[in-house]
């Protein structure tokens, strides 16, 4: 028999009968208390222990809310520790520019669902495996993004986003410079939702891996050439 089918089954004779044997069950139990619904003859007027019992209540959902809140908090935490921890080793585990582009773009969108990523790098000569670019011609299409020190969030123009992702389907981005000593590219995702990246929205990841990247692209030497 179910706990709820024994339940229906008691009496309220029974319940009174218990207490009766129980008179010290309350004393012992006083999760219970808080939970039930005793009425206090005082006419219109409320009484100050019902008042205080409703007070405590309303303390007691306000403080569970809360709690629940912060383990809501601790456990998004968590996630983004561990994917971030995974995109770092991918970047830390690549022998080429072809595997960090591969590792950039398998932990954005597996582990960050971002709907679209680009990483180009800026040099002279290409490479395989990454789209490369010389500064001069990032220049003339993105100038105003990489002279910014730190990401950059909100809606771009269509020539800017359609250069920087290939095609016109991104609505509104959020960019980062790869720089340290020097401009080594820059990493971008995209959605086309236009309100989807906003302009003064949370760039702390992207700023960090900006620079876990422009610290690992130095230490690549990539003799093949596309």
């Known amino acids: 028999m179910s706990t ?8 309220s004779e029974e319940v009174i009968a218990y207490l009766t044997e129980n008179p010290e069950f309350f004393a012992t139990h006083t999760d219970v208390v808080d939970q039930l619904n005793i009425p206090h003859e005082s006419g219109e007027a409320v009484s100050l222990l019902q008042h205080q019992v409703n007070v405590l209540r309303g303390r007691n959902t306000e403080f569970h809310g809360r709690l629940d809140q912060l383990l809501e908090h601790a456990r998004d935490n968590d996630r983004k520790f561990a994917q971030t921890r995974r995109f770092v ?119 960090y891996v900006s620079e876990v990247l422009a610290r690992v692209i130095p230490a690549i030497h990539d003799d093949t050439s596309s």
């Open 4 to 11: 709820e089918s024994r339940a229906s089954n008691i009496t």
């Open 89 to 207: 080793l991918h970047a830390l585990d690549a022998t080429s520019f072809k595997e960090l582009n591969a590792g950039v773009e398998r932990s954005l969108y597996d582990d960050f669902g971002v709907e679209f990523c680009a990483l180009i790098l800026l040099r002279e000569t290409p490479v395989s495996g990454v789209r490369t670019c010389r500064i001069l011609e990032a220049n003339r299409h993105i100038r105003s993004i990489l002279t910014s020190s730190k990401a950059v969030c909100g809606q771009f123009s269509d020539a800017e986003l359609t250069w920087i992702f290939g095609h016109n389907k991104v609505k509104s981005a959020a960019i980062t410079p790869i720089a340290h000593g020097q401009q080594y590219g820059i990493l971008a995702v995209g959605n086309s939702d236009p309100a989807y990246y906003r302009s003064g929205m949370g760039t702390l990841f992207l700023n």
